[in-house]
């Protein structure tokens, strides 16, 4: 099976523009969860989508915000972009969410 | 919420040296993974050990969920185990399983 894909692998954009990153899970998983790494604050988890339903939300401004398609491709959104928001963002899908997680590669955004 | 701490935050090793890696949690879980961060940030699995211990080649996983720690060991390192390695645990008293809880992680780098 193939594994966790995410596009674009790396994006440069300038403050207060917005972004859109999208994952495509593991065929036939239907979780799939976002989760930011900075230096700063490590690995921290956005959100999570179940059946294009969004099941769990981290401790982030309503800046972020993504979605689940009917096929479990997911997309999550950074509105006006900070510099902070610099980050590598990795997506992870699970068969239910209640399993082993897997990752993708990882985009990398840098805001300038 | 529930925290993670992982120890030692550094490693460096000469090759071919046996090393392990401590992840100590707050409160219960029922269960915990082990990662692999290569040096293109993509997080590998290793283990999912809610309990008990699991071997994989050089690699073996410990977890004492009643004493709330599991350990990771690594035998006969190679240059190609560098990376930084990283466990997680689901943040169950916040909507569950899916959004994991990592630990900052040991950053290991493994020396010819």
């Known amino acids: 099976k193939a594994g966790v894909t995410q596009t674009p692998r790396y994006l440069i954009k300038t403050r207060g523009q917005q972004v859109t990153l999208s994952c495509s899970p593991i065929?036939?998983?239907?979780?799939v969860s976002w989760y930011q790494q900075t230096p700063g604050q490590g690995l921290q988890f956005l959100f999570e989508y179940f059946s294009e339903t969004q099941r769990n939300k981290g401790n982030f401004p309503g800046r972020f915000s993504g979605r689940q398609f009917s096929n479990s491709r997911s997309e999550m959104n950074v509105s006006t972009l900070e510099l902070g928001d610099s980050a590598l963002y990795l997506c992870?899908?699970?068969?239910?969410?209640?399993?082993?997680?897997?990752f993708g590669p990882g985009t990398r955004l840098l805001v300038l | 919420g529930i925290q993670v701490e992982q120890s030692p935050p550094d490693l460096i090793l000469q090759e071919g040296a046996n090393s392990t890696l401590r992840c100590n949690f707050s409160?219960?879980?029922?269960?915990l993974q082990w990662f692999h961060q290569n040096p293109w940030g993509q997080l590998i699995n290793l283990f999912y050990i809610p309990s008990g211990t699991k071997q994989n080649g050089r690699l073996s996983a410990t977890t004492v969920a009643t004493e709330r720690y599991s350990l990771l060991y690594i035998s006969s390192s190679q240059t190609t185990d560098s990376g930084v390695y990283f466990c997680?645990?689901?943040?169950?008293?916040?909507?569950?399983?899916?959004?994991?809880?990592f630990g900052a992680g040991t950053r290991l780098a493994v020396h010819p």
């Open positions: 992870a899908s699970s068969p239910s969410g209640e399993e082993t997680q897997y």
């Open positions: 997680a645990v689901p943040n169950m008293f916040s909507g569950g399983y899916n959004k994991l809880i």
């Open positions: 065929s036939g998983h239907r979780s």
């Open positions: 409160d219960s879980v029922n269960n």
